[in-house]
């Protein structure tokens, strides 16, 4: 998803070649040496602060919980117009599987956001699995890289992840853990 910081990494980044632009301009038009190390500095300056941000924000992006990602899907979901059937609560699924799960929402969530043409997604969470389900469109189309490192995740957790159209209608992400195999 977009996010303000996001946004303001690209006004950074467009700032920077701008000013990496202009100083180059006027070191070679204006023969100014010290007008053209001046702007390279603040180039650097403002990329080096570009660098902190990007870092700031993929820690962030990093630190899913379940909950946080039921929040953020709810909302995501009513924004896109998508009538969101998920559980108030996150209490069945233990600790050890509740980050897992978090990211299992986060990619589903998106995907259904982004793809699906769907009016209504639900959620399912038991304590070894959670299911997906869309009422959109279904197509079949190849796995990203989202739900390509989501199934590594899994895998690597001993759980199996089913993805594609669901019958009769629309889309389905499942996991479960505890099969040790993959679709």
């Known amino acids: 998803p977009i996010t303000d910081p996001m946004i303001a990494l690209g ?5 920077s070649l701008r000013r990496a632009d202009r100083g180059a301009r006027r070191g070679v038009a204006l023969h100014d040496v010290d007008a053209a190390v001046r702007e390279i500095g603040e180039v650097a300056a403002l990329s080096r602060r570009s660098l902190g941000d990007v870092r700031a924000a993929v820690s962030n992006y990093r630190e899913v919980t ?3 990602e039921l929040a953020t899907g709810r909302e995501l979901l009513r924004s896109a117009g998508i009538t969101a059937e998920m559980p108030p609560a996150v209490d069945v699924a233990d600790d050890a599987t509740q980050e897992l799960f978090g990211w299992v929402l986060r990619e589903g969530l998106t995907n259904v956001v982004r793809h699906s043409h769907a009016s209504t997604c639900t959620v399912r969470i038991t304590s070894s699995s959670v299911e997906i389900t869309d009422d959109g469109t279904g197509a079949a189309g190849s796995c990203g890289n989202g739900l390509t490192g989501l199934a590594e995740r ?3 957790a001993g759980g199996l992840i ?4 669901n019958r009769p209608s629309g889309w389905r992400l499942a ?7 993959s679709s």
């Open 175 to 181: 996991v479960q853990l505890g099969t040790g195999t």
């Open 154 to 156: 899994v895998t690597s």
């Open 11 to 15: 006004k950074q980044s467009r700032q």
């Open 66 to 68: 379940l909950a946080g």
């Open 162 to 165: 089913e993805v594609g159209p």
